[in-house]
């Protein structure tokens, strides 16, 4: 992951912090929404095996047992500028989205993350908080 990404990482944790302090008891989900770019050998397959790759790593951090991932890519769009496809990241509530980013320096999915910069980068990310309707 480039350091564009890294400090991206920084200050979303900061907030994170933040958000687990005010969050309510019955805290909603959370996700993170990575705008991705896609690089010269990149294959939908190939960045598909990526994220299982660095999906399966995350599970085996804290508070990232319960992490999903979806890939997103556009099929009809008007624009996207330099988006080439979305990665979001979920977790089931902020506490566990902070517990998980916290340890993501040096972790096992900051080594996959580090190996994948030639297939894609993400230098812009969001954080949703996601309240579901049913």
């Known amino acids: 992951m480039n350091k564009a990404i890294r400090l991206m990482l920084v200050s979303a944790m900061l907030f994170a912090v933040v958000m687990v302090a005010a969050a309510p008891a019955y805290s909603a989900r959370v996700t993170q929404v990575f705008s991705c770019e896609e690089e010269d050998e990149a294959t939908e397959s190939g960045l598909k095996a990526v994220a299982e790759k660095w999906l399966e790593a995350a599970k085996t951090m804290k508070g990232g047992e319960n992490l999903e991932v979806s ?34 320096e040096g972790s096992p999915a900051s080594k996959v ?21 049913k």
């Open 71 to 104: 890939l997103y890519f556009p099929v009809a769009v008007d624009k996207t500028g330099e988006v080439d496809f979305l990665m979001l990241v979920t977790a089931p509530s902020f506490a566990e989205w902070g517990l998980f980013w916290d340890g993501y």
């Open 113 to 133: 993350d580090q190996g994948s910069a030639s297939i894609a980068i993400c230098p812009d990310s969001a954080l949703w908080e996601v309240i579901e309707i």
